[in-house]
């Protein structure tokens, strides 16, 4: 069975602040892919990448940045100076061919102060 | 320009009056679903549909039902909502079943059954 966990449910930081959210996975499937979404208070759920089991290359988008490491099962998701705009819920998930339905974490609120 | 479109976007409803939520994609995606998201359980699947005539239950399917008549549509019908229905649901679309594609959200429903 696929499990995504995301063990933070709430981080606060203040305008300016690195911020790191992490996502733990498990699955059986030896390809699969992680994904990260975005909902800002408006309640729409943006894409924000797309990551296969075979590409462990760390990627950055201008402030977002991702660490995916196979070895701790680990996708992680780090912001840095983080700005009132990335104030969200975010939310990783798992799609494997073992399983017909993706699976998403639980989320982890982003609240950034001014 | 790329969109999945669900209406309506916020609705009141009295227990047991049933309810359609359309959905309906213009990207020619052969999978189609439909989540529910619940504070603190993340999204969760109510069900899916591979394509034309071929739906299947999520996790969750207790309680609606859908429909896939053209490749377009996807319809979630509530027959007798109740309370426990109250949630945020989102459609989502894909290319196909390959779990790696990416899956594109409505802009989310909000419904509240009293």
């Known amino acids: 069975a696929q499990k995504v966990t995301q063990a933070q449910t709430e981080i606060s930081v203040v305008e300016k602040e690195d911020v790191t959210l992490d996502c733990v996975y498990e699955t059986r499937d030896t390809t699969y892919y992680l994904f990260w979404y975005k909902q800002p208070p408006s309640g729409e759920l943006v894409f924000l990448i797309r990551r296969n089991s075979f590409d462990e290359q760390n990627e950055i988008s201008g402030r977002y940045s991702w660490n995916f490491q196979k070895s701790t099962s680990s996708f992680n998701f780090t912001i840095t100076a983080s700005q009132v705009v990335d104030s969200a819920v975010y939310f990783c998930a798992l799609s494997a061919p073992g399983s017909y339905i993706p699976t998403f974490g639980r989320g982890t609120s982003l609240i950034v102060h001014p | 320009e790329a969109q999945v479109t669900q209406n309506p976007r916020y609705l009141i409803t009295v227990t047991g009056k049933k309810l359609t939520v359309t959905c309906s994609q213009n990207?020619?995606?052969?999978?189609m679903s439909w989540y529910r998201q619940d504070p603190g359980l993340g999204l969760r699947q109510i069900y899916y549909s591979m394509n034309v005539e071929v739906t299947d239950k999520g996790d969750v399917p207790e309680g609606y039902k859908v429909s896939r008549k053209e490749k377009r549509n996807f319809p979630l019908i509530l027959e007798s909502p109740s309370p426990n229905q109250t949630s945020l649901y989102f459609c989502?679309?894909?290319?196909?079943?390959?779990?790696?594609?990416?899956?594109?959200f409505g802009e989310g429903s909000w419904l509240t059954v009293v």
């Open positions: 990207m020619n995606h052969e999978y």
């Open positions: 989502a679309s894909s290319i196909n079943r390959d779990s790696g594609n990416t899956i594109y």
